[in-house]
């Protein structure tokens, strides 16, 4: 089947901290990858996408690698800022009839200052 | 930029009653989609549309639920005859075509409670 496993949070670091979530999927056929980010009392925001194997996303200083050998996509930035604190959802999107998201449990990241 | 719609932000109903909570999907966008999540669990796919058409569903999906577009810009979900387990955060998506690359913009959800 298809699934994606994230890191257990929560997930504390302080400013200017390196940070890295882990992502891991399962797929039938070949997904597209996404993150996305849920600032407190919002929706879901695309923060970044690889829809091949090597692709890097990026978007914000945020980055993730498409690994198909590892069958991984791991979010990571530099220096993470008090506004990053978020939950962040890993997604991978597959074609079953239509297109749909299955997305990891979320881990919710706290930073301070 | 433009954006996804929800409405209402929270909604709380009776056990049995029968709920709709809408949507305005991204005006250009052509496929619309449903995902909830119960709380403290995943986010969950339950329905795409296209083309006035359901494209897919979910076993979640069963015949307590349907979706509608009743006019150009709004998109509704119905649960008819709601259970104390359909508590959760509904979120309504927009994608402007319907490949695996495409992502989908979210709205920001409506919470569902069910007493």
């Known amino acids: 089947g298809n699934s994606v496993t994230q890191m257990e949070g929560p997930v504390t670091l302080s400013e200017e901290a390196f940070l890295t979530i882990n992502c891991t999927y399962t797929?039938?056929?070949?997904?597209?990858l996404f993150w996305y980010v849920q600032y407190p009392g919002e929706g879901l925001q695309l923060l970044l996408k690889?829809?091949?194997?090597?692709d890097k996303g990026s978007n914000k200083g945020f980055e993730a690698t498409y690994r198909k050998e590892t069958t991984s996509f791991h979010l990571e930035k530099g220096s993470v800022q008090v506004s990053d604190s978020a939950v962040y959802f890993c997604?991978?999107?597959?074609?079953?009839?239509?297109?749909?998201?299955?997305f990891g449990q979320g881990t919710r990241l706290t930073i301070n200052p | 930029e433009p954006e996804v719609t929800q409405t209402p932000s929270h909604q709380v109903t009776q056990m049995g009653q029968e709920v709709i909570l809408r949507c305005v999907p991204i005006?250009?966008?052509?496929?619309f989609y449903w995902y909830r999540q119960i709380l403290g669990q995943k986010v969950e796919f339950l329905v795409s549309?296209?083309?006035?058409?359901?494209?897919?569903k979910s076993e979640i999906f069963d015949d307590q639920f349907s979706v509608e577009r009743p006019d150009g810009s709004n998109f509704t979900l119905k649960i008819r005859s709601t259970k104390l387990e359909d508590s959760a955060m509904y979120f309504c998506?927009?994608?402007?075509?319907?490949?695996?690359?495409?992502?989908?913009?979210f709205g920001d959800g409506t919470r569902l409670s069910i007493l």
């Open positions: 005006s250009n966008h052509l496929y």
């Open positions: 998506a927009s994608s402007e075509e319907g490949d695996r690359n495409q992502p989908q913009h």
């Open positions: 797929a039938t056929g070949y997904p597209s």
């Open positions: 549309f296209y083309n006035n058409e359901i494209s897919e």
């Open positions: 690889a829809t091949k194997a090597d």
């Open positions: 997604a991978l999107s597959i074609i079953q009839g239509a297109q749909k998201l299955v």
